[in-house]
């Protein structure tokens, strides 16, 4: 019967038991016991002992080891044991003692109450062995050791990543109770599912070890919990509720570069044409209406870059046809005015380039340059920075000659009247081909990039897309981006504008009369392009794209409702701001271009988001006309930008909802974006959220400390995630 004694007892009680046991017959008999030992099997040193002690939190196991010298029958059985504790004040603790105690294998397996770490351990064991019977008396000692006990101390992964972007995991097994090592399983799960399979970790007392689970695909962008856990651990450990660790990684669509990948580092800033004409007796404004309405909507805008034509036969009678000219010079100084009142930066651009092409280039620029230094001068009109020489030079009859001349005569104008820190020129403003492939903007910007590089400080492009076409926006964007950034060399780059841009429509719907670019023919009732949301969102689309190319800036053709000149067919009803016989309506793309330009300032940073790899610059060919089959697949697309003082703003739509001019009856486009500021509230502006058009306040969204921001949007709409205060 297996019997444990928990209690002390006596040195002399001990001995005396000792004793008793020997007395029975079962310690050994002298000479005459010898005499019949086995002749194989010595008479001294016929067995060993070795011991060793585990203890946990409520028990200490003992294993004991018994080993046979050649020719000795091995130990199954021990006759009896006595464990006992070092003597305290002259008593000798009693652990156990034990009688036939079975030993499969010549190992005795045996718990204990709990014995303090580091506590001398003593055994005493007699084993009967042979024929006849032969008792040996063995002993060992051994101190209590305290179980292995394994811990997951880290797990280490990126804070956030992509979906496209496998991470390594790492994760570090210790043992912290430093007696004895351990061997176990280590096991990798993600949200509760397996992400890897287990790895085998052997662990030294006191130490640790690093294991790592490369390329671990995190698919889906959500917080992805890693835990890392501890199974299998031999011998059992210590404490078994401590053997796991989670990390989370950030799973987001998006993220803002890290490093920051600066785009362009000093934005030139988002706007509008202005009609200079607006005050001009071309445009007829209802009787005793007046301007102030219009005015004030303008100011509200708060367009950032400003383009305003000048016409020398309109404006400066160059022609002799416009007795009335300086009606509409003073208008072309009013809305000047106006655009310096709205805070813009303004670009004045030359538009008629017919005078120039029979006489020098000389006098018309230098009455232009006279025309700016009355602005500048003469009226305080100090924002404008920019000028223009002529519109659209590559589809007319100037030759490239007689544009470089034309540069070359106002760099010298500016120059001579000291204007030429405060005014920068722009050029050529082309379009892509405009009939003539010897004239494409390929030829006409490489050649005046080799002879005017000297001169031109920024170039300028002009695009134009129908809304059922919205792949010429990317092509258009991309090939431009190309030509400015790829196949100039190096030192002749300069920033790049879009200093026009607009939707384009059918020019016949239904029974309406016949106008060009005009009709948004999918509605039966043909709307005007510009009241529809398409034109809003496929228009906010183009400056999110434009700055994820590293434009410097755009100028959307045009701001509100005027007249040029007295051709209607060059009336081109692109407004944001309608005509004043509708009360100067407030147009869907007035409220989308709003929500940028309150949004983002001159002067910041544009900064890459990622992902961002050739699906999303490339096309199939450069310089050939591209279309919505060969461009970006529909997604989400993100613009970033970044103030000096630490302002952040995020620019957004889902393309997937190009085509929609109502609301979406699918879920809303669920957006995730990393790298952002942590732990930062930012406000979300929404244009269309509703599907009218307008804009409108969906709350604040705070980054969590991993700097990740997550949000819904409807998939008809777009939206600016920012830090600056907007209502």
């Known amino acids: 019967m297996l019997r444990t004694l928990f209690v002390p007892g006596r040195l002399g009680a001990i001995a005396g038991a000792l004793v008793l046991v020997a007395a029975a017959g079962l310690a050994p008999g002298g000479a005459r016991a010898a005499e019949k030992a086995s002749a194989a099997c010595p008479a001294r040193f016929a067995y060993s002992l070795a011991a060793g002690a585990l203890t946990g939190k409520t028990s200490t196991d003992l294993t004991l080891r018994f080993t046979e010298a050649a020719g000795c029958d091995a130990v199954t059985t021990v ?78 992964a990126p804070l956030q990543t992509l979906p496209t ?61 890693l835990d890392a856990a501890v199974t299998n651990v031999a011998p059992d ?36 044409q202005f009609n200079g004409h607006l005050y001009a007796p071309v445009t007829p404004w209802p009787p005793n209406l007046g301007y102030g309405d219009v005015e004030n909507k303008v100011k509200m805008l708060e367009p950032q870059l400003v383009r305003i034509f000048y016409n020398d036969n309109w404006d400066g009678n160059a022609n002799g046809n416009f007795p009335d000219w300086q009606k509409n010079y003073t ?58 020489v002529g519109n659209e030079p590559n589809s007319g009859s100037v030759s490239i000659p007689q544009y470089e001349a034309l540069v070359r005569a106002m760099n010298t104008e500016l120059v001579n009247r000291g ?118 969102f496929q228009q906010f689309w183009f400056n999110v794209d434009s700055a994820q190319l590293g434009v410097a800036g755009t100028s959307k053709w045009d701001a509100y409702w005027g007249r040029y000149d007295n051709s209607s067919a060059t009336n081109q009803l692109h407004w944001m701001i309608g005509p004043p016989t509708e009360g100067s309506p407030l147009t869907p793309t007035y409220y989308a271009m709003s929500l940028i330009f309150h949004t983002t300032a001159p002067g910041w940073q544009i900064i890459g988001v990622d992902p961002w790899d050739s699906s999303d610059w490339s096309v199939p060919a450069w310089r050939t006309n591209m279309g919505d089959t060969t461009n970006d697949q529909p997604e989400q697309e993100l613009a970033a930008y970044t103030s000096p003082t630490g302002d952040v703003t995020v620019l957004g739509l889902d393309t997937n909802g190009k085509a929609l001019n109502t609301v979406s009856a699918g879920p809303p486009s669920s957006y995730s974006i990393g790298n952002l500021p942590p732990d930062t509230t930012f406000t979300l502006a929404v244009w269309n959220a509703s599907g009218d058009g307008t804009n409108s306040i969906a709350g604040t969204v705070t980054t969590n400390d991993a700097g990740v921001a997550r949000f819904d949007v409807p998939l008809q709409a777009a939206f600016a995630l920012t830090t600056v205060p907007v209502s």
Not at 86 to 110: E, K, Y
């Open 331 to 388: 208008s072309f100084v009013s809305v000047v005015q106006l655009a310096q009142d709205t805070g813009a930066t303004i670009m004045i651009g030359f538009q008629n380039l017919g005078n120039v092409l029979t006489g020098p280039a000389g006098p018309p620029m230098a009455k232009f340059a006279d025309v700016l230094q009355d602005l500048v001068v003469n009226h305080g009109l100090t924002n404008v920075r920019w000028v223009e």
């Open 419 to 536: 204007l030429r820190d405060q005014i920068h020129i722009m050029g050529p403003g082309l379009v892509e081909n405009g009939g003539n492939p010897a004239r494409d903007h390929y030829a006409f910007l490489q050649t005046i990039a080799t002879d005017l590089g000297g001169i031109l400080d920024a170039y300028a492009e002009h695009v134009y897309w129908f809304y059922y076409d919205s792949g010429r926006l990317e092509y258009r964007l991309r090939d431009s981006w190309h030509l400015a950034d790829e196949v100039l060399p190096p030192e002749q780059r300069k920033p790049l504008y879009m200093m026009e841009f607009g939707i384009r429509a059918n020019d016949t719907c239904g029974t309406k009369p016949a106008f060009r670019y005009l009709y948004y023919a999918v509605d039966p009732s043909c709307p005007e392009i510009w009241r529809t949301n398409i034109a809003g």
């Open 79 to 156: 006759r009896s044991l006595v464990v006992t504790l070092p003597s305290t004040g002259g008593r000798i603790p009693l652990v156990a003692s034990l009688q036939d105690v079975a030993a499969p294998g010549g190992v005795v397996q045996l718990p204990v109450g709990r014995i303090a770490q580091g506590t001398r351990i003593n055994v005493l064991a007699a084993v009967q062995t042979g024929t006849p019977l032969r008792t040996n008396s063995v002993n060992a000692s051994t101190p209590s050791l305290l179980r292995p006990d394994l811990v997951v101390s880290r797990v280490t």
């Open 237 to 272: 450990e210590y404490d078994a509720t401590n053997n796991e660790r989670s990390a989370t990684v950030e799973v987001t669509k998006n993220r803002l570069a890290s490093p920051p990948r600066v785009l362009f580092p000093s934005l030139g800033g988002y706007g509008a």
């Open 165 to 225: 972007h496998p991470v390594d995991v790492t994760a570090e097994i210790s043992e912290v109770n430093g007696d004895v090592g351990a061997t176990a399983t280590v096991t990798l799960t993600g949200n509760g599912a397996p992400l890897a399979g287990p790895q085998q970790v052997t662990v030294p007392a006191g130490g640790h070890v690093t294991l790592t689970f490369p390329g671990i695909a995190l698919t889906t962008p959500v917080p992805v919990v």
